[in-house]
């Protein structure tokens, strides 16, 4: 059998997934996966559609196809995101069509999830047979155990090729409204002296619902607002992936991102993201915009502000953009103040929503608000934190001076207090009488100091 591979790495084939599909491919000698370079590739691919057809003519021809691609930013690279836009701005789907296809990641599985929830969504709007993910660990593939359940995983997708398995749709087409958001006047009511609240726009066409809802929400304020449309941003194009920012956080791209982010992102109060939705997720060029904030680590550029969110279309339907919009906000340590969507097809609610987000956006920065994290934080956190303390401490020398210097190496190792705790019960229950009577006490005792905040505070 022949099988398509979609190679998602910037770096082409000097790509530690490419060395996951290589092992594969000399495991199965007897089919052929024939790797084609999209995210190295892409503006090839979109500069000529002599090249994109040829990729077409690929998918076309084979038996089934993998979508192999490195994790970037809670999702794939904005190269890749851009390959999956362009099959449907140059008419292509047909080419997908009930072919069989699987997802395979090597990551750090930092949110791993959302990023095959998008290629499956991805998959399923195209109408492919979707058989499965494998979500490796970047290092699976050094250990005996996660090279044989690699190996299943590809023997499991080359059996329902030939066995013409059946697949079910995960995810529930997408429905979109052909609403005209027409704004009334803003009130300027919302004072926001003293306070710097950015627009980071993403808007191709003025006449747009996003285009009106950043106007009408800089309306809002009593002083200006500074709205950036990304689409003017000198990006030269996506992260390449080849990690030299990580000793001193320098670029090797020499446009005009990284003086745009230190001249302009580095002293708001209040940042907001505003983009239409594209397929399953914000656009490949906001996801660009994303990406090449990379060359500053795993170390947020802005900590402790307001984020809030301008969407034009479903987001409603789509819970996993939803989820990385939160994981965004809390990943930066930041607060997210608010979402706001069209999605409601009225205009004057529309208008209200964009007024709320506004005041809150304000209050909150006045009040230094943060929200406690959720899991989509805390978790993150602790990967991070994890992984720069050891595997990536090199090449990642910034981030290790960063969390050093912040107190992020929050170990729990190093929790004094609980642990001596912990440690004295632990010993005490040793003892079945006194099992018995910590048995019988512990509901109570637990909301002791819970009580006395509540009575002194
Ligand atoms: C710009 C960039 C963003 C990344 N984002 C993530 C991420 O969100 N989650 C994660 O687990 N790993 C992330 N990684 C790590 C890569 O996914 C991982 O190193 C992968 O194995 C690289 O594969 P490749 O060599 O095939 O490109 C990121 C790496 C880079 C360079």
Not at 207 to 215: C, D, F, H, L, T
Not at 251 to 257: A, L, M, S, V
Request: aromatic share 12%; hydrophobic share 40%; net charge neutral.
């Amino acid at each position: 059998m022949k099988v398509a591979v979609l190679n998602g790495s910037p770096k082409g084939e000097i790509s530690v997934t490419v060395q996951y599909i290589k092992f594969i491919q000399k495991k199965f000698p007897q089919h052929e996966f024939k790797l084609i370079n999209i995210s190295h590739d892409i503006i090839k691919i979109e500069k000529n559609r002599k090249n994109f057809n040829a990729v077409i003519d690929e998918i076309k021809n084979a038996d089934g196809v993998i979508w192999a691609f490195p994790l970037y930013v809670f999702l794939v690279a904005s190269q890749y995101k851009r390959f999956i836009e362009l099959i449907s701005e140059n008419g292509a789907e047909e080419a997908f069509k009930d072919k069989y296809t699987c997802a395979l990641s090597t990551s750090i599985h930092f949110y791993d999830n959302t990023a095959h929830n998008y290629v499956h969504a991805v998959c399923d709007d195209l109408g492919m047979k979707y058989t499965g993910f494998f979500s490796a660990d970047m290092d699976e593939i050094f250990t005996d155990n996660g090279r044989s359940i690699l190996l299943k995983w590809a023997a499991d997708f080359l059996a329902a090729i030939e066995n013409k398995s059946p697949c079910a749709r995960a995810h529930a087409p997408l429905v979109y409204n052909k609403f005209a958001y027409k704004p009334g006047k803003g009130s300027g009511k919302i004072d926001n002296s003293g306070l710097k609240i950015k627009v980071l726009a993403d808007i191709e066409d003025e006449n747009s619902n996003i285009a009106a809802m950043v106007k009408r929400f800089s309306e809002a304020f009593s002083h200006k607002i500074e709205v950036f449309n990304i689409r003017n941003i000198d990006i030269k194009g996506g992260c390449l992936g080849c990690i030299q920012c990580g000793f001193d956080n320098i670029c090797i791209y020499k446009d005009g991102y990284v003086d745009f982010v230190n001249s302009n992102m580095r002293d708001e109060d209040v940042l907001i993201f505003a983009g239409p939705i594209r397929d399953r997720f914000l656009s490949a060029r906001m996801k660009m915009y994303s990406d090449r904030g990379f060359f500053n680590g795993h170390v947020p550029l802005r900590t402790g502000i307001q984020v809030g969110f301008l969407v034009a279309g479903p987001l409603s339907q789509i819970g996993n953009l939803q989820e990385v919009i939160q994981a965004m906000a809390e990943m930066g340590e930041n607060n997210l103040a608010g979402v706001v969507t069209d999605e409601s097809a009225d205009s004057k609610q529309v208008d209200a929503l964009l007024d709320n987000l506004a005041g809150k956006c304000v209050d909150y920065a006045r009040e230094k608000y943060m929200a406690p994290r959720t899991f989509l934080g805390e978790g993150g956190h602790k990967i991070f934190r994890d992984a720069i303390w050891a595997r990536l401490h090199f090449p990642f020398a910034a981030d290790y001076r960063y969390y050093e210097s912040h107190g992020l190496f929050d170990f729990p190792q190093q929790d004094q207090r609980y642990l001596e705790f912990s440690n004295q019960m632990y010993e005490m229950i040793k003892d079945p009488k006194m099992k018995e009577m910590v048995r019988k006490m512990i509901k109570t005792e637990m909301i002791k100091g819970y009580q006395k905040i509540v009575e002194t505070k």
